[in-house]
């Protein structure tokens, strides 16, 4: 009897400290894949496209970060500004 109750506590703790692990290395296998992807998302403003921050081609306008998808829309932007000055 004494043998059959210490069998089900390792089962038991076998199966949560396997439990604890596993979710260990899903939180790190996200955290991983949001590294990989480039982090935060920024919002292109000319194309609405989601970039990664990482990926994203930065201008400094009046004190603002702008982030941009590509440099064609850096330069559609840019062209834009220009319009609305005159």
Do not use: W
């Amino acid at each position: 009897m004494r043998l059959l109750v210490i069998l089900i506590l390792s089962f038991v703790l076998y199966l949560a400290a396997r439990l604890l692990f596993g979710l260990s290395s899903l939180s790190n296998q996200r955290r991983k894949q949001r590294e990989e992807s480039g982090g935060e998302m920024v919002k292109d403003p000319i194309c609405d496209t989601y970039v990664p921050k990482s990926r994203a081609i930065e201008k400094h306008v009046d004190g603002q970060t702008i982030y941009f998808c590509s440099q064609d829309c850096a330069t559609a932007y840019d062209k834009k500004r220009a319009g609305s000055h005159r």
